[in-house]
């Protein structure tokens, strides 16, 4: 009981105290980026197209903000918010593009594709995801993908998150398979803002001044991601061997 009331002056409340003696022992803390380290209140600030003419852009790209969407988290929520506000309908779309199959969004892939009835023969099938993924699926030249890359870098070296959408029309479809997802038109991407908590960069740094290391764990963009770490004081202009993406640490061994 007195640990207790102790600890509870130390403005932290525990409930059983055998876990006070495990968090005495923590030498790494791996934490999430967004909403953790940020405020997770994403809000897309920009909208970039890869159509010729601006108006058909937009209106594919409102299309499959709100029909490629499952509303499960942050960055799906504020899509929809935008295009809702851009459009001033989403139930309507909907009901009138009804979706008949998806896959729905898992780490590995990386992306959401979903199949919708349209009025004749062919289907809408929209696919979003991470900007770099979507790209790999599109019909843009060698050239023209590289462009967009730089743009990607760009944007997330200033510490935005990015969707990238793509769609095609497919006839008589009833379901979604992965081999469909390829040669697709490449529709852009939206650019989203999730402010840094003020509080966070402070904290890391008792944290580190109290010998514990950490480590950020984020599905976002490299370039992204780095920015916000550089932000908060955990990058100092270095990267190398600091950051890390997925493929790199499967090809490490385990020791």
């Known amino acids: 009981a007195i ?8 403005k932290a409340v525990v409930r059983r105290l055998a876990a006070a003696e495990t968090l005495g022992s923590v030498d790494v803390i791996c934490a999430d980026k967004t909403g953790t380290l940020t405020k997770g209140v994403m809000r897309v600030t920009q909208m970039i197209t890869g159509l010729r003419g601006k108006r058909r852009g937009e209106k594919e790209m409102l299309m499959a903000a709100i029909l490629c969407n499952d509303m499960r988290d942050p960055l799906e929520l504020a899509m929809n918010e935008w295009a809702r506000e851009k459009m001033g309908k989403g139930k309507e779309l909907r009901e009138l593009y009804e979706r008949l199959d998806s896959l729905p969004f898992n780490p590995r892939d990386k992306y959401i594709a979903t199949l919708h009835k349209q009025v004749g023969e062919s289907q809408w099938l929209f696919v979003s995801g991470a900007p770099e993924v979507i790209l790999e699926k599109s019909e ?8 967009w ?24 479809k009833k379901k979604v398979v992965k081999t469909e997802t390829d040669g697709l038109v490449w529709l852009g991407i939206l650019v989203y803002e999730d402010p840094v908590r003020k509080e966070v960069k402070m904290a ?4 580190i001044r109290s010998g514990i290391a950490v480590k950020v764990i984020t599905g976002d963009y490299r370039e992204t991601a780095a920015a916000v770490l550089r932000r908060i004081g955990l990058l100092d202009g270095v990267e190398a061997g600091l950051v890390l993406e997925g493929d790199e640490l499967e090809k490490m061994s385990e020791s």
């Open 140 to 147: 843009l030249s060698g050239k023209e993908r590289e462009q």
């Open 149 to 172: 890359r730089e743009k990607f870098a760009q944007m997330g070296n200033q510490g935005y998150r990015l969707v990238g959408f793509g769609y095609k029309k497919v006839r008589g």
């Open 3 to 10: 640990a207790v009331q102790r600890i509870l002056k130390k």
């Open 204 to 207: 890391l740094e008792q944290v």
